[in-house]
């Protein structure tokens, strides 16, 4: 199960970094260990989560970013 689920676009307050973002896509955010709901975040912060600051490195991201885009289509 992955830890982030794609809500779709959506104008918010982002719950991780606190900025406002608007007609931005957002991710319901679920904690790995406990399945608990942490919060609505947007996508720079969901990246950051998910494969931390040098995630252009990562082949997971690329792989992520694929199926995320397949979603938004």
Do not use: Q
């Not at 896509?25 to 608990?36: A, E, G, L, N, R």
């Not at 931390?52 to 690329?62: A, F, I, L, Q, V």
């Amino acid at each position: 199960m992955s830890p982030m689920k794609c809500v779709g676009t959506k104008s918010l307050k982002c719950e991780c970094c606190g900025a406002w973002k608007y007609n931005a896509p957002f991710y319901k955010w679920v904690s790995i260990m406990t399945d608990d709901f942490l919060g609505t975040i947007c996508h720079k912060c969901c990246v950051r989560e998910l494969f931390g600051t040098n995630y252009r490195n990562s082949k997971r991201y690329d792989e992520w970013l694929r199926e995320i885009k397949k979603e938004w289509k």
